[in-house]
């Protein structure tokens, strides 16, 4: 199957920092990207659809200015969590879409852990 | 009314049985429906999708019920690395290419 990545992995940061994780699709090209986020024992939530050259839709109760989401070409989408909060600390997965004969799916990164102190 | 339920588990269960989950979803103008599989803090993996007539990929089978808004995913003769927790996914009508997941139902396979 398709593959994405995700960087970094894992990431400490202070509060009040920001971090910014980059979502990339390795071997196929993504005008869509998905970006979601995943508290212990729940499930996955969908915060905003990144398109490549226009604006993320966002999810309602979804911050648009502290979450900012960047998809500036077909390969990358990156999130920026600005000014982190201890609340912010989270799974964070990215997706992305990738057309097919048999229609559209969306590849999962590998997530990246981050914990704001 | 959470969109798409599942039962949390876990289910823990012996090597070679057999084990079923259910999944039920809110949303009638539902379109597709998956089954993903989700190893403790990794990404899900898409296990398979769940067409109208019922389908079945080697020990795993899953079944749709449009009527009472219902999936399920057989697995027979688990193994131990069947363990993970399996994740109900729902795409609905008008959504897009959006997908609704579940909480999950966790599977504990033991020798």
């Known amino acids: 199957g398709a593959v994405v990545s995700q960087h970094p992995s894992r990431v400490i940061c202070k509060s009040g920092t920001s971090v910014k994780i980059e979502c990339r699709s390795l071997?196929?090209?993504?005008?869509?990207m998905f970006w979601y986020r995943q508290f212990p024992k729940q499930s996955l939530m969908l915060m905003a659809t990144?398109?490549?050259?226009?604006?993320?839709?966002?999810e309602q109760g979804v911050e648009k200015d502290k979450f900012l989401i960047n998809h500036a070409s077909l390969t990358l989408s990156t999130l920026t969590v600005t000014s982190a909060h201890p609340e912010d600390s989270s799974f964070y997965i990215c997706s992305a879409l990738s057309g097919g004969a048999w229609g559209e799916t969306q590849y999962f990164g590998p997530g990246t852990r981050l914990l704001v102190l | 009314r959470k969109e798409v339920e599942q039962d949390p588990g876990p289910f823990n269960v012996p090597e070679g049985a057999t084990v079923a989950f259910n999944c039920t979803y809110s949303n009638s103008a539902s379109q597709s429906f998956f089954w993903y599989r989700q190893d403790c803090r990794k990404e899900p993996k898409l296990l398979m999708s769940v067409y109208s007539s019922g389908n079945e990929d080697g020990r795993f089978t899953a079944q749709l019920n449009r009527a009472s808004q219902y999936i399920s995913l057989l697995i027979r003769d688990s193994k131990l690395s069947d363990s993970a927790t399996y994740l109900c996914?729902?795409?609905?009508?008008?959504?897009?290419?959006?997908?609704?997941f579940g909480t999950g139902t966790q599977l504990k396979v033991e020798l």
């Open positions: 071997d196929f090209q993504a005008t869509t």
């Open positions: 990144s398109n490549e050259g226009s604006k993320a839709t966002y």
């Open positions: 996914v729902v795409k609905f009508t008008g959504g897009g290419n959006k997908l609704t």
